[in-house]
């Protein structure tokens, strides 16, 4: 089956760190351009980083400084690490990433989302 896998959210208080993580099932050759969004609840999904297949990395304004993302091309993941987390920070983050499957074909993929709960 042709996805993307999240993993890594959870609980945290305000002020700790996550890291989540986007796996490529094994039906996916490569994953080229690939970011991170989020949607807290009642509101748009919005943009948290892009990372291009050679490993450039893009925040929108709001986003720079606390999150970082980067991936591993022979595991064929993409990380998004967050630190000094707060409660507006709470929301389900959502991998996204064009790839190319095993028979050459290219997708855009979204995977299912991961719960990150900010709260003491």
């Known amino acids: 089956q042709v996805q993307l896998v999240e993993s890594g959210g959870g609980l945290v208080q305000p002020g700790g760190s996550l890291r989540l993580s986007c796996a490529a099932s094994r039906s996916i050759f490569r994953i080229n351009d690939a970011a991170w969004y989020r949607q807290a609840p009642g509101k748009e999904r919005e943009l948290v980083a892009t990372?291009?297949?050679?490993?450039?990395?893009a925040y929108p304004d709001s986003m720079k400084g606390r999150f970082t993302i980067s991936r591993d091309n022979a595991k064929n993941t993409v990380y998004l690490q967050m630190n000094s987390l707060k409660p507006e920070d709470t929301a389900v983050y959502y991998c996204?990433?064009?790839?190319?499957?095993?028979?050459?074909?290219?997708?855009?993929?979204w995977g299912q989302g991961t719960l990150v709960t900010v709260s003491s």
């Open positions: 996204n990433a064009q790839v190319v499957d095993s028979r050459g074909g290219h997708l855009r993929l």
């Open positions: 990372i291009t297949s050679g490993g450039s990395p």
